[in-house]
């Protein structure tokens, strides 16, 4: 068999989604997400101008092969762009041999190792009694774990949680111009364990928490956190610091149990090291799209597993259903699976990308249609052109840029 067109498809049913097409000469088609939210662009020169014009005339089949050629024939490795072109073309070959195998590409990955994957959704709330109804909104959907977010009282707009402007309309964290949030440690600090005891008095003891600090902690702080939350014993806290520096995960580690996910912005197991031998965290939560595709995060959940860290796929909206597809068939396959992040996709972008995954009861499961079991309808897709579209920004009071 032989690829014979490469094409990448822009749509922005809602949000753009970068999606690689790979057509073989037996008129199989493979699928791939190349979605980096708010620089989608870069990847579709990447993947059109310097990567398709090499796929033609490749045999599918070797996965492992083109995965090489593609990383270490670039030279220029890693970063996010490379790697969620490189995760298109991996997503897309895995698609294509499961389907000439007839098989959904679990099967390929060693078969399921469970009935089916448990998910976390998102409650969020500008202050606690609204974060308490979208818990609430949460359960009712079936979700089994919550992660919960909240304004803190002082701030405008924060991370995670919806605003709405005077008037009440929505205020969208994503826009043409990067929307400015504004950021206080101290009020975040003391205010995170008050949303904590909130959200267990309510909802009592077993109902398992999370919450994502989104990089905005120092070591020390982030420490802090830990410790303030173990009475209300999280089931994770996330990206507490700018985990780049891996080293600044001892000092949290040596201060608190509270168990600590990092890596959505990482994209090679080569950002994991110290984290994972030193047994710094204890879930790893690459996304399929953003670390170079099944391939290398099979190689990662792996390496984990080697030290009883665990899987939690980084599971947003900006991560094309084609994206989630891959993700789910990993998590029925692998042993050391976690949870899975999950917010469903908007109905415009359903009939873009329609899918053979289901979610029912807080669970999802791939289904058994050959291949990752994803369809891209171009035509719909074509009717939602590209829109640009910013992440948000920072500032401390003073104007200081900070993380969001
Ligand atoms: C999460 C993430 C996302 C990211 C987003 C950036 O835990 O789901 O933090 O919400 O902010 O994917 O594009
Ligand atoms: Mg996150």
């Known amino acids: 068999m032989k690829i014979v067109d490469a094409t990448v498809v822009v749509t922005s049913p809602g949000r753009n989604f970068v999606t690689l097409k790979l057509t073989t000469d037996e008129g199989i088609v493979g699928l791939g997400d190349a979605t980096l939210n708010g620089r989608e662009l870069a990847v579709v020169g990447y ?3 310097h990567v398709a014009p090499l796929l033609t005339g490749l045999d599918p089949h070797r996965i492992e092969d083109t995965w090489q050629y593609l990383y270490r024939g670039a030279y220029w490795r890693r970063g996010p762009v490379t790697m969620a072109a490189l995760a298109a073309v991996d997503v897309a070959l895995w698609d294509i041999k499961a389907k000439a195998a007839g098989l959904p590409l679990y099967q390929l990955l060693g078969g399921a190792s469970r009935e089916r994957i448990r998910t976390y959704g998102h409650a969020d709330g500008r202050d606690i009694p609204a974060l308490l109804d979208s818990v609430r909104a949460r359960l009712a959907e079936g979700y089994p774990a919550v992660r919960i977010q909240s304004g803190i009282p002082g701030l405008k ?4 949680v919806h605003t709405t402007d005077g008037d009440g309309a929505p205020v969208l964290h994503q826009q043409a111009r990067p929307l400015v949030e504004d950021w206080d440690t101290e009020a975040y600090l003391r205010h995170v364990p008050a949303v904590f005891e909130a959200v267990r008095a309510e909802f009592g ?4 928490l999370l919450h994502d600090v989104h990089h905005r902690l120092t070591p020390i702080q982030a420490a802090r956190l830990g410790k303030d939350l173990e009475p ?3 089931f994770w806290l996330e990206d507490c610091t700018p985990a780049e520096n891996q080293e600044a995960l001892r000092l949290v580690r040596r201060h608190t149990t509270t168990p600590l996910a990092v890596g959505e912005v990482f994209n090679t197991v080569h950002d994991y090291q110290t984290l994972i031998t030193e047994q710094l965290i204890d879930y790893v939560r690459s996304a399929v799209t953003h670390f170079g595709g099944v391939t290398p995060l099979r190689k990662l959940f792996d ?3 080697l030290y009883q860290i665990r899987t939690a796929v980084h599971g947003p909206q900006d991560i094309s259903p084609v994206g989630m597809a891959a993700a789910v068939h990993l998590d029925l396959a692998v042993h050391n699976f976690g949870i899975q992040e999950y917010a469903a996709h908007t109905p415009r972008t359903e009939e873009v990308f329609r899918h053979a995954y289901t979610f029912s009861d807080g669970h999802l499961h791939p289904g058994d249609v050959p291949g990752i079991g994803v369809e891209l309808d171009e035509q719909a897709a074509a009717a939602h052109p590209y ?5 948000p920004v920072n500032r401390l009071q003073d104007g200081t840029v900070h993380d969001w």
């Open 303 to 305: 390496f984990a597993a």
């Open 205 to 208: 003891a077993e109902l398992p």
């Open 157 to 160: 707009a924060v991370y995670g």
């Open 232 to 234: 209300y014993r999280p």
């Open 387 to 391: 829109e640009a579209a910013y992440l």
């Open 47 to 49: 993947l059109s101008d």
